[in-house]
């Protein structure tokens, strides 16, 4: 079991910033991989970020270039930088922890990006 507890979302106009953090029950050595969803208002929920064991990462093509995801193992905390933030980032961004084939979810925090 990994319990996974988000927080740092908010309110923030277009061209801000904000980072998410997402804190783990569980040390990243026994987690395969990290990663950060999001699901816009009546869309389907997507893949933003993830971060593997070995650090290595990946973004969708919507966040490349302004999105960072990082994390710190003596904390067992992944974060989200986001910056140059959109209207269209606004959604429910989720953390998300892969180990030994099954998927944890946190319970959600939500970005609103103004205009």
């Known amino acids: 079991q990994v319990q996974l507890v988000e927080s740092g979302g908010g309110l923030v106009q277009a061209g801000g910033s904000l980072r998410l953090s997402c804190a783990a029950s569980?040390?990243?050595?026994?987690?395969?991989?990290m990663g950060w969803y999001r699901q816009p208002p009546g869309k389907q929920r997507e893949l933003v970020a993830r971060?593997?064991?070995?650090?290595?990462?990946s973004y969708a093509d919507s966040v490349k270039g302004r999105f960072t995801i990082s994390k710190d193992n003596a904390k067992n905390t992944v974060y989200l930088q986001m910056n140059s933030l959109k209207p269209e980032d606004t959604a429910v961004y989720y953390c998300?922890?892969?180990?030994?084939?099954?998927?944890?979810w946190g319970q959600g925090t939500q970005v609103t990006v103004s205009s």
């Open positions: 998300n922890a892969d180990r030994i084939n099954r998927s944890y």
């Open positions: 569980r040390s990243f050595f026994s987690i395969d991989a």
């Open positions: 971060i593997t064991r070995d650090g290595s990462t």
